[in-house]
């Protein structure tokens, strides 16, 4: 057994794709002929296997490191860094992004390092709060890179039991469990040439992470329940909102996989950080929305654009998307602070009013009519009007509308301006009954 004092080959020459193949392939063969050879001892085998499986990992980390810096010499010339001209300099190089960016210079590093690295196979670490678009940025890696007609497979890590975990990620043998009636690929095999996405790597449990350092090392899974080795050549982008580095001091993650997994390690920032962006979003989740559900954008009033510009979305673009979508929903052909959810709307200096209205006092208790009530108050007050006389009717609009001598129909477009069931008001009074 003299694998290793075979003779040396001259080194490749820096570039050479080749010379880097031709090794590999000679490695394959080797590794294939010790794997069924009967002359030799088992315990020797797995021994040789495993010289073979580092030596071929250090192969294709040079092969990697090598891609990424003549990707970074490719660049054309020297980017500019005046306002403005990073992000146009991104477009103009047909850089793939699927939906909209701004100004931001944190962002607009991690789009640059995404283009640089998306061409190579080197993995890739994407960390960032909550809804800050960890996974639109793994799809912009795929997209960009030489693998984006290949399977990208998304895999979210917090939410596989522990008992499942093997199973989901690299697939079973018929019989190798209760339940597994047949044979079933996992994650990584479907994800064979192309790209998987593992999501909220930092929840992946110890077990999980040991198993994933064996994939990442000898690029070759194990189906539950069979010891035969599959090949599978996966690009792998993980993402977190997690501190790794603090997790791998208290001993949550391994620090091998950390270093493994963040060969490029990007940061996107939160929204608040990218304010310039929001107007861009407001406008490209709204058409999104009208389309979705079929009808013509809605109008924001500039009270509400105002509030959507300043306010601080602690669940990220995800949470920016999601009151786009809302409003869309409940509004009409203009939206307003009122179709906002409750939680978040602003104070307004008129919510003494409100609370007028629930003491039983102030204007909007005096009032004996709706007209007059619009003319004492500005549309919070209206609402107060409204959610009383829906209180005191137990939720009976056709009641309400004789009782304000209102049109019905009328009546049900106030309501559904300010986002008012009569459900919600009916329930209420069966529950005090």
């Known amino acids: 057994m003299k694998i290793l004092d075979q003779p040396e080959e001259s080194a490749p020459s820096p570039g050479s794709a080749i010379s880097y193949a031709g090794l590999i392939e000679k490695i394959e063969i080797l590794r294939s002929t010790l794997r069924w050879s009967s002359k030799l001892e088992r315990p020797e085998i797995e021994k040789l296997l495993k010289q073979a499986s580092s030596l071929r990992d250090e192969v294709m980390q040079l092969s990697h490191k090598e891609r990424f810096v003549q990707a970074a010499v490719a660049e054309p010339k020297r980017v500019d860094l005046t306002p403005g001209a990073r992000r146009q300099g991104l477009l103009e190089r047909s850089f793939i992004f699927e939906g909209t960016f701004g100004d931001n210079p944190k962002l607009l590093e991690a789009l640059e390092i995404a283009e640089k690295a998306a061409p190579t196979d080197l993995p890739v670490l994407i960390d960032g709060e909550s809804g800050t678009g960890k996974e639109l940025m793994a799809k912009v890696i795929h997209a960009n890179g030489s693998r ?13 039991p522990d008992n499942l975990l093997e199973s989901e990620l690299f697939g079973h043998k018929k019989g190798a469990f209760t339940g597994a009636s047949n044979d079933r690929k996992g994650k990584f095999e479907s994800a064979h040439t192309g790209t998987i996405f593992l999501d909220e790597i930092g929840e992946l449990p110890l077990s999980g992470q040991v198993k994933l350092l064996r994939v990442l090392e000898a690029h070759e899974i194990q189906r539950v329940g069979s010891d035969e080795p599959i090949a599978v050549d996966t690009r792998i982008v993980a993402a ?24 490029i390690h990007l940061t996107l920032p939160p929204l608040r950080e990218r304010r310039d962006e929001i107007p861009l979003l407001l406008a490209y989740f709204g058409d999104e929305a009208a389309a979705t559900l079929k009808r013509r954008p809605v109008k924001l009033s500039p009270r509400l654009r105002d509030f959507l510009k300043g306010y601080d979305y602690r669940g990220n673009i995800r949470e920016l998307r999601n009151i786009i979508y809302r409003i869309a929903c409940l509004a009409g052909d203009m939206a307003d602070v009122e179709h906002l959810p409750i939680d978040i709307r602003p104070k307004s200096a008129l919510s003494a009013v409100m609370n007028d209205v629930q003491a039983g006092g102030g204007v909007i208790a005096g009032a004996t009519s709706l007209s007059e009530a619009k003319r004492t108050a500005s549309d919070e007050a209206e609402r107060a009007f409204l959610e009383r006389g829906l209180q005191e009717v137990g939720g009976t609009v056709a009641e309400l509308a004789r009782r304000f001598e209102m049109n019905r129909s009328h009546l049900q477009m106030l309501l559904k301006k300010h986002g008012l069931h009569s459900k919600d008001f009916r329930h209420q009074a069966a529950d005090k009954a």
């Open 148 to 160: 984006a007609d290949k399977p990208y497979i998304s895999v979210n890590c917090g939410a596989i």
């Open 240 to 263: 977190t909102n997690r501190n790794l580095r603090q997790f791998c001091d208290e001993g949550r993650f391994r620090e091998d996989l950390y270093y493994r997994l963040s060969v």
